[in-house]
């Protein structure tokens, strides 16, 4: 699933709420896609991935054996390190020398990104030092959309265009919407609970 698709298919969407015509369907995509983009914001992560690798540079605020790094949906195929601290990222990490958590993280029922660079104690590097520079590259996102996101933006879809009994009226405002609306609120609230990023 690409990076910026929507989370549901106007076909899926018409499947749960009972819908047989594919008449509104390219007005429904635009309502999956606002929703999907919106959940984004709110759980501060995106659920789908990255059609092929891409860089992405971090730099610990402390020295840490650590590394906290964006949703990886897989492996990343390069960790590099500007060890020298000149702009340059020489330091190619091998495969040997880190471990990705949380552990198995794709191989939980519901498959779940990486989200940590751990170097091990036998490995080449013995910690990343504050403001040293990483250069990795992998594709950013989850192994696959959870369950959990794709119903949620189904339902707060629905609530929005007022094709589910949970809705009350329709607001133009997507924010408006979900703020208005209890059964819109307690979807959020569950995910929160779940999925959200929180800052530290």
Do not use: C
Not at 3 to 12: D, K
Not at 28 to 36: K, P, Y
Not at 71 to 92: E, K, N
Not at 182 to 193: E, F, S, V, Y
């Amino acid at each position: 699933m690409s990076i910026n698709a929507a989370y549901a298919t106007p076909a899926e969407y018409r499947r749960v709420i009972g819908m047989t015509d594919a008449g509104l369907d390219a007005d429904i995509s635009v309502d999956l896609m606002a929703v999907s983009r919106y959940l984004d914001g709110e759980m501060r992560r995106f659920f789908s991935r990255d059609a092929a690798s891409v860089i992405r540079v971090y730099a610990p605020q402390y020295d840490t054996k650590a590394l906290t790094v964006d949703d990886m949906s897989a492996a990343p195929s390069q960790v590099r390190v500007d060890t020298a601290g000149d702009g340059t990222f020489a330091t190619m990490l091998p495969v040997a020398a880190y471990e990705l958590l949380p552990r198995n993280a794709v191989m939980s029922p519901e498959p779940a990104p990486f989200t940590q660079i751990a170097l091990v104690p036998w490995g080449t590097l013995p910690t990343f030092r504050a403001g040293q520079r990483v250069e990795v590259t992998a594709r950013w996102g989850w192994p696959a959309v959870p369950s959990a996101i794709q119903r949620a933006t189904i339902h707060i879809t629905a609530i929005l265009r007022l094709e589910t009994p949970r809705a009350t009226k329709r607001i133009a405002e997507l924010g408006d919407t979900i703020e208005t609306s209890h059964q819109a609120q307690n979807i959020i609230r569950q995910l929160i609970n779940q999925y959200k990023v929180w800052l530290v």
